[in-house]
Each structure stands twice: as structure tokens, then as C-alpha cells.
């Protein structure tokens, strides 16, 4: 039987396409992570007295 079947096609299409969205999802976590502590540095930097 033929593995390019149109089931076995939707089945890899949706796969990638649910990788594509997860690693967005990821790096969407770590850019709000490093956002927080960009935050936490000029709390900092400002608490130590530095105009920010």
C-alpha cells in the first residue's frame, strides 16, 4: 500500500503544523522571561540609585 495516502499526508501536515505552534508558544514563554528580567535589572540598576 501507497504511505502517501491522504490520511497519512493530513497526519503529517497537522504534526507540523502542531510543532510550528509549540516552538512559537516556547519562544514566546522565554521572550516574556527575558522581558522579566530586563525588568528586575532596572529595578535594580534603580534601586542602586541610576536614573532609569
Same mark, same amino acid.
Given at each position: 500500500?501507497?504511505?502517501d495516502t491522504p490520511d497519512?499526508?493530513?497526519r503529517v501536515t497537522a504534526d507540523e503544523l502542531r510543532q510550528f505552534i509549540e516552538r512559537?508558544?516556547?519562544l #514566546? %514563554?522565554?521572550k516574556k522571561d527575558v522581558a522579566d528580567q530586563q525588568k528586575e535589572v532596572m529595578a #535594580? %540598576?534603580?534601586g542602586r540609585g541610576y536614573d532609569t
Amino acid at each position: 500500500m501507497n504511505d502517501d495516502t491522504p490520511d497519512q499526508s493530513y497526519r503529517v501536515t497537522a504534526d507540523e503544523l502542531r510543532q510550528f505552534i509549540e516552538r512559537f508558544e516556547r519562544l #514566546e %514563554a522565554e521572550k516574556k522571561d527575558v522581558a522579566d528580567q530586563q525588568k528586575e535589572v532596572m529595578a #535594580e %540598576a534603580k534601586g542602586r540609585g541610576y536614573d532609569t
